[in-house]
């Protein structure tokens, strides 16, 4: 479906492999050069982040959209986090009858941003079979390979999370993380989010890189962070790196 600037699709995928009870699909935002979309938690600037309605779908009991690493833009409005020229986002489906196909309909809202920023609104359809074998395009397989993994099931390339932790009391509250990115860790980003809606900025680096790859970012919690409602709640976090990307889970106490 074309839009402003922008088209979106729905890419067939097969039955996953690490559970067969799942089917995979992906939705495919073009974009034209030079314009941007949005992750999931758009930034400081703020932004729309993509939703989606799967409501008019049948035989679908659930649907599980995955996010490929983002990155960060800077301009003079602010930073924000997202993805230049479009994005491939993963979603695993399990149907309510794995014995039968799932008639897949898509109400996908989104927003994409160049000098002006535009909302964008979509209705996709698919057929998913009960056992889809298609060959997966590259843009595909490299969506999945570029969603972030957890701690326990990093690569090679993958960051790795040290340490974590929230000071949400005196004079300079704020959030600090280590983590170890291999290879070239100059562009190397962590981004935060907090369930509930709960507001975080964005993190920014807290010194130069050490000799093991060290990095570490603080994020300032100033008076539009909901200090007494982020306490015990947990705070994820998403780490960037060169090739490779992760995500850990801590609790603000």
């Not at 090679?156 to 704020?174: H, I, R």
């Not at 007494?228 to 603000?252: D, M, R, W, Y």
Request: proline content about 9%.
């Amino acid at each position: 479906m074309e839009g402003p600037r922008a088209k979106a699709r729905l890419i067939s995928g097969h039955t996953d492999g690490a559970d067969p009870a799942r089917r995979l699909v992906f939705v495919d935002i073009t974009l034209e050069p030079g314009w941007k979309t949005y992750w999931r938690t758009p930034g400081d600037a703020g932004g729309l982040p993509p939703s989606f309605d799967w409501s008019k779908s049948q035989n679908l009991a659930s649907a599980n959209v995955m996010f490929p690493a983002p990155e960060r833009f800077t301009d003079k409005s602010g930073n924000t986090i997202g993805y230049h020229d479009g994005v491939v986002l993963p979603v695993a489906l399990v149907p309510a009858n794995a014995d039968k196909p799932i008639s897949l309909v898509v109400g996908l809202h989104y927003g994409i941003c160049k000098d002006v920023c535009i909302p964008v609104e979509a209705e996709i359809d698919l057929e998913v079979p009960v056992n889809d074998v298609e060959q997966l395009p590259a843009e595909a397989i490299a969506a999945l390979d570029s969603v972030p993994r957890a701690q326990d099931g990093l690569r090679p390339e993958d960051p790795a999370l040290v340490s974590a932790s929230a000071v949400l009391e005196g004079a300079a509250p704020k959030i600090r993380i280590e983590a170890r990115f291999p290879g070239d860790a100059a562009n190397a980003d962590a981004f935060l989010e907090a369930p509930d809606g709960l507001f975080l900025p964005l993190p920014e680096r807290a010194g130069e890189v050490g000799a093991d790859g060290l990095v570490a970012f603080e994020a300032g919690l100033a008076a539009d962070v909901d200090l007494a409602a982020l306490k015990g709640k947990p705070v994820t976090v998403t780490l960037v790196g060169e090739k490779g990307s992760s995500f850990a889970t801590f609790i603000a106490k």
